[in-house]
Structures are given as C-alpha cells and as structure tokens.
C-alpha cells in the first residue's frame, strides 16, 4: 500500500545503492513534512519500505519550456506552477521487480489529481544520473531545453488519467 511516511515506517534499513537518497529518507523526510515542503509517499510491506517518493509545489522559469509550449501560454507569466517530483527510489532489494513504475504511476496519478484543484501545468523531475534519466523517458518525459530537469505536462496524463474523473 502507497501511504504518506509516518513513524511506524523502518527507515534504517532502506538502502537503494545512493547515499543521497538514503540519507534523506532517513534524516530529511520528516522535517520537510513538518515544514510542508514536500509529502513522502512510501511502499511498504509490514512496515518495511519498498521504495519512496517526494511530491511539493515548484514553479519553473516560462522561457524555460521548449518553445512550442512557450507560443501557447500567457506571456504575462514569467513562471509556470509545476509539481516536483523531487525524488524517487526503491530499496535494493526490490529494484528490477517494477516498483518504480508503480511508484511513478501513483505519482503521476497524484499530481494529476491535484492539479485539478491546484494549478500545475506539469511535473518536473531532476534525474540524479544517466540511469534515473533513462527510466523518465520510457515514460515520456521529455527534457527541458538548457537543463537536466525533465517534464511531462498535465494534458499528457490527463489523457493518461482523466477517464478516472468520468467515471
């Protein structure tokens, strides 16, 4: 079950292979849940978690969106609101077993969901390296021009998604 962090959750022995993202689960989450900076979400099995993911508000540059997309919005904005999905990872002991797409999708689902109360325009993502890259754009994530960050904008995962709300 995906559910927001709590303290039942056994963090100490969540390990994905990246220091970064091990020490923040295990020093960082709860302060910036406290603070509202960001949610974490977490699959965990009979409190031993699986994989993680951060979800908080961003905005990002208008000029820095590919230029098609620049065309189609307001130029009275200098920035667009954005969901960041700021980080995400699986236990070791779980990669390779599909979990990071389940986490992706729930993600994705969420942020979209959101955005229906709460204006986002896309979720953005900084992959931490060339594999974490690789893993966004099977999913159709596409780069920002003159950044590492990459995005999927909402109309994408409405398609994805908002046959949900018909229902």
């Known amino acids: 079950m995906i559910e927001l962090l709590n303290k039942k959750h056994n963090r100490n022995d969540f390990d ?5 993202l091990n020490n923040y689960l295990k020093n960082q989450a709860d302060q910036d849940a406290t603070r509202r900076w960001s ?5 965990a099995y009979a409190h031993t978690l699986m994989g993680y993911y951060t979800l908080s508000n961003n905005s990002i540059p ?23 999905l ?18 992706l999708i729930d993600a994705l689902k969420r942020s979209y969901e ?24 099977k999913y159709d994530f596409r780069k920002l021009p003159d950044s590492e960050k990459m995005f ?5 995962l409405k398609a994805l998604f908002g046959f949900v709300d018909q229902q």
Request: hydrophobic share 40%.
């Open 114 to 137: 959101a955005s229906q109360s709460i204006g986002s325009f896309a979720v953005v993502v900084d992959p931490t390296d060339q594999e974490a890259e690789m893993f966004y754009e």
């Open 62 to 84: 208008l000029n820095s969106l590919p230029e098609h997309i620049q065309k189609k919005l307001p130029k009275s904005y200098t920035s667009i609101p954005v969901t960041l």
């Open 86 to 103: 700021g980080r995400l990872a699986i236990d070791q002991e779980y990669q390779g077993k599909g979990i990071g797409k389940i986490l």
């Open 16 to 20: 994905c292979g990246k220091e970064l």
């Open 39 to 43: 949610a974490c979400f977490v699959l």
């Open 152 to 156: 999927i904008g909402m109309n994408t």
